[in-house]
């Protein structure tokens, strides 16, 4: 699905973030953005999402214009996964009823299966508040499966190997390149490596977008 973008702007108090910008992906495509920490790339991602509203400007997912609506077609992973005080099935499922064998897909796609396996309960396992209960890198790993899981035409990635080591992230990043083909995908790094899959990369500086 295509996502276009028309002079959003938008301010944390009087900081402003993103300055008129103007974006279009188009329907299947894999769009890098590279930027400083604290630039707005996060903050874009959220924006595209809607899990913050633009007050200026236009955001759309093909006829999707409202937060609400283009929450339906997003997945989205972020740095910093954040899990529910519940089992692992369930911050895959987030409550949905899911066939067994599309979570056993997912799970193997972001690499879980192995770890799984090791745990008496399996997919039952309680994470502990906060995810307390498993690492930085399985937490990013159930939100991919997660991602993975709710099948989105439009998956917006932040940092989503960010906590795990170099192996694990190469595969990882071929996963998601085979998972989220045909899919409109765009990336979020600081790392220009972690964008290899991607068919263009962009740079956001200054609240604006430039070629990379």
Known sequence: ????????????????????????????????????????????????????????????????????????????????????????RENITCGHPLWEEWLEAACRAAQLSDWLATLPEGPDTFVGERGGRVSGGQAQRIAIARAIA?????????????????????ALLTALENLTRGKTVLHVSHRPETLRDCTRVLRLEGGRLYAE
């Open 1 to 88: 699905m295509r996502i276009q973008i028309e002079g959003l702007t938008f301010s944390y108090g009087e900081k402003r973030i993103l300055e008129d910008l103007r974006l279009t992906v188009e329907s299947g495509e894999r769009v890098g953005l590279l930027g400083v920490s604290g630039g707005g790339k996060s903050t874009l991602l959220k924006l595209i999402s809607g899990l913050y509203e633009a007050k200026t400007g236009t955001i759309s997912i093909e006829n999707a214009k409202t937060a609400a609506e283009r929450r339906q077609l997003v997945a989205m992973v972020m740095q910093n996964a954040p899990l529910f005080p519940t089992s692992i």
């Open 150 to 170: 709710k099948d989105a035409p439009v998956i917006l990635l932040d940092e989503p190997t960010s906590a795990l080591d170099g192996e694990t992230t190469g």
